[in-house]
């Protein structure tokens, strides 16, 4: 016997960026099989009037970093509460598989999407996929390979050129992940290992992407001062291979790049790229990701903090960081201390805990609290925590934001680093765009934000009867009123927001009256 329910009395805001309008929706298992004015039926399992509150499809993440997250009872709640139904995992060129045991030990150690306490029962991409499907997944799980786990599982996180034998591994770990179902490949030229890599080794998997009409997301090897020839080179190396490109979190970092924005923008709509963003004008990572490229290059962590304690290597970093002396053009680093300040660059998650009383506080204060320069202090933090120090930068101004919030081509992310004092994205992304920039400030209609949340990437993605408030179509739905808004904050981020009724999962129920049920009524979608 099949199950039905009928949501009665919504405002349907189907997926289209068409006119809202009232109806009734009728799902039945997990898929949608009615739309319009339908009658009430004591044969349906159940009825749900939702008395002029929104019905829309589900929110699909199309930047995340979740991956493991569904392995931790509870820590996809933050990203189901703001009504995210799919998450795209293995982005900025990050990830989890594949990842050979023997090397899983090293990769785990500085994994920026967190190192949660659970045992490896994979190593390659299609054993991964297979273990969170038999863990249980909260929400759909759209899977990337990233770059930067394909090069470790080949040479760690050595420097260097991949040799003839290498590349050989590369492109057989590349294949191997698409036949798993993988979607596309994303790359993070500012992380370890993936800064190494040359044009070769781009190339040598991008041809297998291209084999398999997969989609490319990039996080570019500058989103500052060569913010539009970092754009022009991943559309060099994309536009002859049959792949679409995909820009991560599109941003100018630093007051004397913020005009680029305009010239990003027209590159992307000229060559008919897509992007992701999110509602924020601050961003984060892990804080190695702001020392110049031959600080971490070498043979990993430990060759770093051997660096770091080198007294003429500290001062070459000073004089880099203060601008003194200049980086060549080309390499993969933006200068975030010298683009923002040290100011402008907070501590949000450490391991020690000696250090944790500085989680919350920006590098210029701590500095103050231990009587030293901002970047010894940032060095001292680096080698005290063996590297894994995460931060969120203040790097853009809400004129930015907007001009990247209006264009066509743009699509929302939270970006979602899950774990210390969080960013407020994690928390907040879905219900700030519709509260801040669709009801106060009116960027958008609700319409074209419900759009940019659910067709949009459904269509870059290629996802079968997702996206749509269409008969037919997966019931991945939601029931959110007026209420529905961001709470959380930089300094107080952890806060649910109000105002979301009901999240429906491939037809099963996730939030009911606005609480949390801790079921498992996601699947993890393959190409």
Same mark, same amino acid.
């Given at each position: 016997?099949?199950?039905?329910?009928?949501?009665?009395?919504?405002?349907?805001?189907?997926?289209?960026?068409?006119?809202?309008?009232?109806?009734?929706?009728?799902?039945?298992?997990?898929?949608?099989?009615?739309?319009?004015?339908?009658?009430?039926?004591?044969?349906?399992?159940?009825?749900?009037?939702?008395?002029?509150?929104?019905?829309?499809?589900?929110?699909?993440?199309?930047?995340?970093?979740?991956?493991?997250?569904?392995?931790?009872?509870?820590?996809?709640?933050?990203?189901?509460?703001?009504?995210?139904?799919?998450?795209?995992?293995?982005?900025?060129?990050?990830?989890?598989?594949?990842?050979?045991?023997?090397?899983?030990?090293?990769?785990?150690?500085?994994?920026?999407?967190?190192?949660?306490?659970?045992?490896?029962?994979?190593?390659?991409?299609?054993?991964?996929?297979?273990?969170?499907?038999?863990?249980?997944?909260?929400?759909?799980?759209?899977?990337?390979?990233?770059?930067?786990?394909?090069?470790?599982?080949?040479?760690?996180?050595?420097?260097?050129?991949?040799?003839?034998?290498?590349?050989?591994?590369?492109?057989?770990?590349?294949?191997?992940?698409?036949?798993?179902?993988?979607?596309?490949?994303?790359?993070?030229?500012?992380?370890?290992?993936?800064?190494?890599?040359?044009?070769?080794?781009?190339?040598?998997?991008?041809?297998?992407?291209?084999?398999?009409?997969?989609?490319?997301?990039?996080?570019?090897?500058?989103?500052?001062?060569?913010?539009?020839?970092?754009?022009?080179?991943?559309?060099?190396?994309?536009?002859?291979?049959?792949?679409?490109?995909?820009?991560?979190?599109?941003?100018a970092i630093g007051e004397k790049n913020w005009d680029k924005i305009d010239s990003a923008l027209k590159l992307i709509e000229d060559n008919g790229l897509?992007?992701?963003?999110?509602?924020?004008?601050?961003?984060?990572?892990?804080?190695?990701?702001?020392?110049?490229?031959?600080?971490?290059?070498?043979?990993? =962590? @430990?060759?770093?903090? %051997?660096?770091? $304690?080198?007294? &003429? !290597?500290?001062?070459?970093?000073?004089?880099? /960081?203060?601008?003194?002396?200049?980086?060549?053009?080309?390499?993969?680093?933006?200068?975030?201390?010298?683009?923002?300040?040290?100011?402008?660059?907070?501590?949000?998650?450490?391991?020690?805990?000696?250090?944790?009383?500085?989680?919350?506080?920006?590098?210029?204060?701590?500095?103050?609290?231990?009587?030293?320069?901002?970047?010894?202090?940032?060095?001292?933090?680096?080698?005290?925590?063996?590297?894994?120090?995460?931060? =969120? @930068?203040?790097?853009? %101004?809400?004129? $930015?934001?907007? &001009? !990247?919030?209006?264009?066509?081509?743009?699509? /929302?992310?939270?970006?979602?680093?899950?774990?210390?004092?969080?960013?407020?994205?994690?928390?907040?992304?879905?219900?700030?765009?519709?509260?801040?920039?669709?009801?106060?400030?009116?960027?958008?209609?609700?319409?074209?934000?419900?759009?940019?949340?659910?067709?949009?990437?459904?269509?870059?993605?290629?996802?079968?009867?997702?996206?749509?408030?269409?008969?037919?179509?997966?019931?991945?739905?939601?029931?959110?009123?007026?209420?529905?808004?961001?709470?959380?904050?930089?300094?107080?981020?952890?806060?649910?927001?109000?105002?979301?009724?009901?999240?429906?999962?491939?037809?099963?129920?996730?939030?009911?009256?606005?609480?949390?049920?801790?079921?498992?009524?996601?699947?993890?979608?393959?190409?």
């Open positions: 016997m099949k199950k039905t329910t009928l949501f009665k009395n919504g405002i349907i805001i189907d997926g289209t960026g068409e006119k809202s309008y009232q109806g009734d929706i009728l799902i039945e298992d997990n898929i949608i099989k009615k739309i319009g004015n339908i009658e009430e039926n004591k044969h349906f399992d159940s009825i749900i009037d939702v008395n002029g509150s929104y019905l829309s499809p589900g929110f699909i993440d199309m930047h995340s970093h979740v991956d493991l997250t569904n392995y931790i009872p509870g820590d996809m709640k933050a990203k189901i509460m703001q009504g995210i139904t799919s998450e795209v995992i293995g982005q900025c060129g990050v990830g989890v598989a594949p990842m050979p045991i023997d090397k899983q030990e090293g990769w785990r150690k500085n994994l920026i999407l967190g190192n949660p306490p659970i045992e490896w029962n994979w190593e390659s991409t299609a054993e991964f996929l297979d273990s969170l499907e038999k863990n249980g997944v909260e929400s759909n799980i759209i899977p990337f390979t990233g770059h930067g786990v394909l090069r470790y599982a080949v040479k760690k996180d050595k420097s260097g050129k991949l040799n003839d034998d290498e590349l050989r591994q590369i492109k057989k770990f590349t294949e191997e992940a698409f036949n798993a179902g993988i979607f596309g490949l994303s790359f993070g030229f500012i992380y370890i290992p993936a800064l190494f890599s040359d044009k070769r080794e781009i190339e040598t998997v991008l041809d297998v992407a291209s084999d398999y009409k997969g989609i490319i997301a990039v996080h570019l090897r500058s989103e500052s001062d060569e913010l539009l020839d970092a754009i022009k080179e991943m559309i060099n190396y994309t536009e002859k291979r049959d792949c679409r490109l995909h820009i991560s979190h599109l941003k897509d992007f992701d963003h999110y509602p924020y004008c601050a961003g984060s990572t892990t804080l190695i990701a702001v020392f110049p490229p031959f600080v971490v290059e070498g043979n990993g =962590i @430990d060759d770093t903090i %051997q660096k770091l $304690q080198d007294k &003429k !290597i500290r001062e070459r970093i000073k004089k880099i /960081f203060s601008g003194e002396e200049k980086m060549k053009k080309g390499l993969p680093w933006d200068n975030i201390p010298a683009l923002v300040g040290w100011d402008n660059i907070r501590v949000i998650d450490v391991e020690t805990e000696k250090n944790k009383m500085f989680v919350g506080m920006n590098i210029e204060e701590i500095a103050k609290k231990r009587n030293t320069s901002p970047a010894d202090t940032a060095m001292d933090l680096i080698i005290e925590e063996k590297g894994n120090v995460r931060m =969120i @930068d203040f790097y853009m %101004q809400e004129e $930015q934001l907007i &001009k !990247i919030m209006k264009n066509e081509r743009g699509m /929302f992310g939270t970006d979602s680093l899950i774990g210390g004092k969080a960013h407020p994205r994690v928390y907040g992304t879905y219900p700030r765009i519709i509260n801040t920039y669709v009801r106060d400030k009116k960027v958008l209609t609700m319409e074209k934000a419900i759009e940019k949340m659910t067709s949009k990437p459904a269509e870059v993605l290629r996802l079968s009867k997702r996206g749509y408030i269409k008969e037919g179509y997966y019931a991945d739905l939601l029931v959110f009123n007026d209420n529905f808004k961001d709470c959380s904050s930089y300094e107080e981020p952890e806060c649910f927001p109000p105002g979301l009724e009901y999240v429906f999962i491939n037809g099963k129920i996730k939030v009911k009256k606005g609480k949390y049920l801790s079921n498992h009524p996601g699947k993890v979608i393959k190409k």
